[in-house]
Each structure stands twice: as C-alpha cells, then as structure tokens.
C-alpha cells in the first residue's frame, strides 16, 4: 500500500458512479486488542459484500482523508484513510493506519465480492 494520492482517488471514483459494486468497510478502535490494554475503548464496525451504487463520490481532506459516497436514499462515509492500493485497477482498496501502522479504518469498493 502507498500513501493517498487523492488525484488517484478522485478519478477512481468518478470512474465507479452509478456501478452496482459491493463494498467492504470495517473501523475498529481496540475491539481487538482491548484485552491486552484496558484503555482502549471496543468499538468496531464492519460490513463486507453489501451491493451500493453511488451517484456522486467524493475524497476530501489534507490526511488523514475522508470519502463520501451519495446514494440514492443516504450516504457512506468513511474518515481516517491514509493508503490505497496504487497497483489494483479493478477495485478501489484503501486504508487508514495509525501512528504504529496498525489497521484503523477500511473502504473497498469493487464490481466482485470480496
């Protein structure tokens, strides 16, 4: 993975509106490691093959980065992203990392389950 070339990003959805794609989104905030550090709040959320199609997306920010993805009826919004996968050209996979790079927050979008 690579850090966010927003530019990339933009073009990447715009190339996605109106596609039937799934999407796989999951944030977590020491669900995994709350055992091990009692400071760490278990929060987490996840969603992984649900069918969207987005009329307009969106990545703004200065980095870490958000995106938005307007539906017909709502919205998905992930904040928190700071790398993608430059090189995977059929699906959109991005990441945010933390200080220590552990995983934080993930939005994959692509036209085959994942």
């Given at each position: 993975?690579?850090?966010?070339?927003?530019?990339?990003?933009?073009?990447?959805?715009?190339?996605?509106?109106?596609?039937?794609?799934?999407?796989?989104?999951?944030?977590?905030?020491?669900?995994?490691?709350?055992?091990?550090?009692?400071?760490k709040?278990p929060?987490?959320?996840?969603?992984?093959?649900a069918?969207?199609?987005?009329?307009?997306?969106?990545?703004?920010?200065?980095?870490?980065?958000?995106?938005?993805?307007?539906?017909?009826?709502?919205?998905?919004?992930?904040e928190?992203?700071?790398?993608?996968?430059?090189?995977?050209?059929?699906r959109?996979?991005?990441?945010?990392?933390?200080?220590?790079?552990?995983?934080?927050?993930?939005?994959?979008?692509?036209r085959?389950?994942?």
């Open positions: 993975m690579q850090p966010i070339d927003i530019t990339d990003i933009q073009r990447r959805l715009d190339a996605l509106v109106g596609q039937e794609l799934y999407i796989h989104m999951e944030m977590t905030m020491g669900a995994y490691s709350a055992h091990h550090d009692t400071t709040h929060a987490a959320n996840f969603i992984s093959n069918k969207i199609r987005f009329t307009h997306g969106s990545i703004s920010g200065v980095g870490p980065y958000r995106v938005g993805l307007k539906l017909e009826k709502g919205w998905v919004y992930t928190g992203l700071t790398h993608y996968d430059g090189g995977e050209e059929e959109l996979i991005m990441a945010g990392h933390d200080s220590s790079g552990k995983l934080v927050v993930s939005l994959l979008l692509g085959e389950p994942f």
